[in-house]
């Protein structure tokens, strides 16, 4: 599974922004998709999270409200639309996708990460 990320910029407080994350390869493995963040000095972040079956989506409460993620399935897209965006929401945003496979040796995940996008707010 190939991943890439476009849409990043800067903003201002209060702006938007979508950012878009095509998947390439064995897609139809894919059991959730998700975006992540990384701030300066700081770890990688759960920022949203969608299922594949189901569309379930989850977010962290910094972003709930602001923030939608959705994907198109036909089109092998993820989205992030990112509203009412902060100086706090500054940070590189990766795309990632996690594939569940079974053999005779058991249950497998492999997670695969895009080359991430910056996202700078300013105030």
């Known amino acids: 599974v190939q991943l890439v990320e476009s849409g990043g910029g800067l903003v201002q407080a209060g702006g938007s922004l979508r950012l878009s994350c095509a998947a390439s390869?064995?897609?139809?493995?894919?059991?959730?998709m998700a975006w992540y963040r990384q701030a300066p000095g700081k770890q990688r972040e759960l920022v949203a999270r969608?299922?594949?079956?189901?569309?379930?989506?989850n977010y962290a409460d910094s972003v709930w409200g602001r923030f939608t993620i959705s994907r198109d399935n036909a089109a092998n897209m993820m989205y992030l639309q990112m509203n009412s965006l902060k100086p706090e929401d500054t940070a590189v945003y990766y795309c990632?996708?996690?594939?569940?496979?079974?053999?005779?040796?058991?249950?497998?995940?492999?997670?695969?990460w895009g080359q991430g996008t910056q996202v700078t707010v300013s105030s």
């Open positions: 990632n996708a996690l594939r569940i496979t079974m053999d005779t040796m058991g249950t497998h995940e492999n997670n695969y």
């Open positions: 390869g064995y897609t139809f493995t894919i059991s959730a």
């Open positions: 969608i299922e594949s079956g189901t569309g379930t989506t």
